[in-house]
C-alpha cells in the first residue's frame, strides 16, 4: 500500500522568505514523487518530480525539493517566496514497480505568501 | 496547442437527475483518470483507464460510471446514486509510466 502525508494544512511566509512545504510518504518499493500546484478553481499543474539519481530536484517557477530516502520525505522549498507562489499544493506518490501505477494524492497544503 | 479540455465548467443540476461530464484531450496519451475534490480531502480517484474500451474503478466509484470508447475521449456520468455529488471533478492523462499526470481545469457540479 502507499500514501503520502502533507502535515500542514496551511503555510504562512513573508515574501522574500524561503518557504518549504512539508510531505512524507510511505511505499513498499522505490517511489515516484511528484509535486503539483493549484490555483484556485483550475487544475493541478506539474512542479517537479522524482524517480531516480541526485535527491535534490529543480521544478518550475524556482521551486525545488529534496528526496530523502531515510526520512522518507520529500520538502518542496523554494529560497524566496513571491506573492503569486500562494496556492494549494499536492505530493504524490506511487511505487515504482508493480502496483497499480496509480499515484496516491496527499491532502493539499495551502500555501500563503504575505506582501 | 495540446491538453486536456473538460466541460462545462459549472454544472448545476437537481438532485436524482443523471449528468455527464465531459472529458477530451488531445495528447495522445493511453491512460486517463477522474478525480473529485472535495475541501480539505484532497483527490480521491472514481474511475481509471489504461486503453480504450477497459476501465477500472476507483477508491470511490460508487454512484459513477464511464465510458472509453475512444482514446480521446473519457466521459463520467454522475448517476442519482452517488449520494453527495456536488463538488470538484478533475480530469487527468498520463503519456508514460514515470510521467506526471496532467489535468483538465475541472468542472464544479453542484446539485440542489
Known amino acids: 500500500a502507499q500514501s503520502v502525508a502533507q502535515p500542514e494544512d496551511q503555510v504562512n511566509v513573508a515574501e522574500g522568505n524561503p518557504l518549504t512545504v512539508k510531505c512524507t510518504y510511505s511505499?513498499?518499493?522505490?517511489?515516484?514523487l511528484f509535486w503539483y500546484v493549484q490555483y484556485p478553481n483550475r487544475g493541478l499543474q506539474f512542479l517537479l518530480k522524482y524517480i531516480t539519481g541526485d535527491n535534490l530536484v529543480k521544478g518550475s517557477y524556482g521551486f525545488e525539493a529534496e528526496f530523502n530516502k531515510s526520512q522518507t520525505s520529500f520538502h518542496l522549498k523554494k529560497p524566496s517566496a513571491l506573492v503569486s507562489d500562494s496556492a494549494l499544493y499536492f505530493c504524490a506518490v506511487r511505487e515504482a514497480s508493480g502496483g497499480s501505477y496509480i499515484p496516491t494524492f496527499g491532502r493539499g497544503t495551502s500555501l500563503i505568501v504575505h506582501p | 496547442d495540446g491538453g486536456i479540455t473538460q466541460s462545462p465548467k459549472y454544472l448545476f443540476r437537481k438532485e436524482g437527475q443523471n449528468v455527464t461530464l465531459s472529458c477530451e484531450q488531445n495528447l495522445n496519451h493511453d491512460a486517463m483518470y477522474w478525480y473529485r475534490q472535495d475541501p480539505g480531502q484532497g483527490l480521491r480517484l472514481i474511475y481509471y483507464?489504461?486503453?480504450?474500451?477497459?476501465?477500472q474503478k476507483g477508491d470511490i466509484a460508487e454512484g459513477y460510471s464511464v465510458s472509453r470508447e475512444k482514446k480521446e475521449s473519457f466521459p463520467l456520468t454522475v448517476t442519482s446514486a452517488q449520494k453527495n455529488p456536488t463538488a470538484f471533478y478533475l480530469c487527468?492523462?498520463?503519456?508514460?509510466?514515470?510521467?506526471?499526470?496532467?489535468f483538465g481545469n475541472g468542472t464544479r457540479l453542484t446539485v440542489t
Open positions: 511505499v513498499s518499493g522505490n517511489p515516484y
Open positions: 487527468a492523462s498520463r503519456q508514460v509510466d514515470n510521467s506526471p499526470l496532467h
Open positions: 483507464s489504461q486503453i480504450v474500451n477497459d476501465f
